[in-house]
């Protein structure tokens, strides 16, 4: 059984810093094709090392987009806010000045603000728990990938 290298999935040298490059690089090495049954059970440790690969894939793709949901709600709330607080500062206030009403504009565009850097460290101290097992993975994908590729052949 001969194992390829899909040119199209290695990264560029500018991608390499990207941490999802880098594993996509390293899942390039797969086996073209199973033959027999005893490809099917030397590979499938692969297969299962390269399924874990792609479900930690998953769970730090599907982090970012609850993230990027987040994000667009506090933005979307944060910009009612400062409209709402840039329209008390020009006409409302000069004529009629509320200190109170003022003050808890600023504190919920403040608050907001919080949201969003919260939502940041949450998102970031999430991936991070997940980035050494998946480079861990990654390493044993690596090394079943050679040693299949020894046992089999080329």
Request: proline share 3%.
């Amino acid at each position: 059984m001969q194992f390829e290298e899909t040119l199209s999935e290695i990264p560029k040298k500018t991608d390499l810093n990207d941490k999802v490059a880098l594993i996509r690089y390293i899942l390039a090495y797969r086996p073209c094709s199973m033959v027999n049954l005893a490809d099917d059970i030397i590979l499938g440790k692969v297969r299962m090392l390269k399924a874990s690969l792609e479900q930690m894939l998953g769970l730090i793709a599907e982090r970012e987009k609850v993230r990027q949901n987040n994000l667009k709600s506090i933005e979307s709330e944060l910009f009612k806010v400062q409209a709402e607080l840039f329209i008390y500062q020009c006409i409302v206030y000069p004529i009629s000045p509320d200190h109170k009403r003022k003050s808890n504009l600023e504190r919920a565009l403040s608050d907001l603000e919080k949201c969003r850097r919260q939502e940041e460290i949450g998102c970031w101290q999430d991936t991070l728990k997940l980035w050494p097992e998946l480079l861990k993975i990654a390493g044993y994908y690596r090394a079943a990938v050679r040693k299949s590729h020894m046992i089999i052949g080329s």
